[in-house]
């Protein structure tokens, strides 16, 4: 399995490209790390394949905020500049510079 560089980065805003909703990225498997149990719940015929990054979103719909694990090949660049409204936006991430939002700095003790 060769493993590719990440097509988007922290704190990029990014939309599905099949289902309505969209997201902030706050971290990113190299390939699929996840649950079989999480694979087998996705449709075959939408299933992605796992030797690609994923990545995890702080996602939102019309109706609601949640945290989403996508395929590289699933998503596309937002262009929509209406800011993020998830609540858990603040723990990751200071705030929003040309359409791309600044992780926090991680303090160590």
């Given at each position: 399995m060769t493993l590719r560089v990440a097509k988007f980065r922290i704190g990029q805003v990014v939309k599905?490209?099949?289902f309505p909703f969209r997201g902030v990225i706050f971290?990113?498997?190299p390939v699929f790390a996840n649950t079989e149990e999480w694979w087998n719940a996705?449709?075959?015929n939408v299933r992605p394949r796992k030797d690609q990054p994923f990545?995890?979103?702080?996602a939102e719909n019309d109706e609601t905020e949640y945290v989403a694990y996508v395929s590289?090949?699933?998503l596309l660049i937002d262009d929509d500049q209406t800011?993020?409204?998830h609540p858990q936006l603040g723990e990751f991430f200071e705030a929003q510079i040309d359409g791309v939002y600044r992780p926090k700095e991680r303090v160590s003790h």
């Open positions: 599905h490209r099949i971290d990113v498997d996705i449709p075959e990545y995890h979103l702080l590289e090949q699933n800011p993020i409204r």
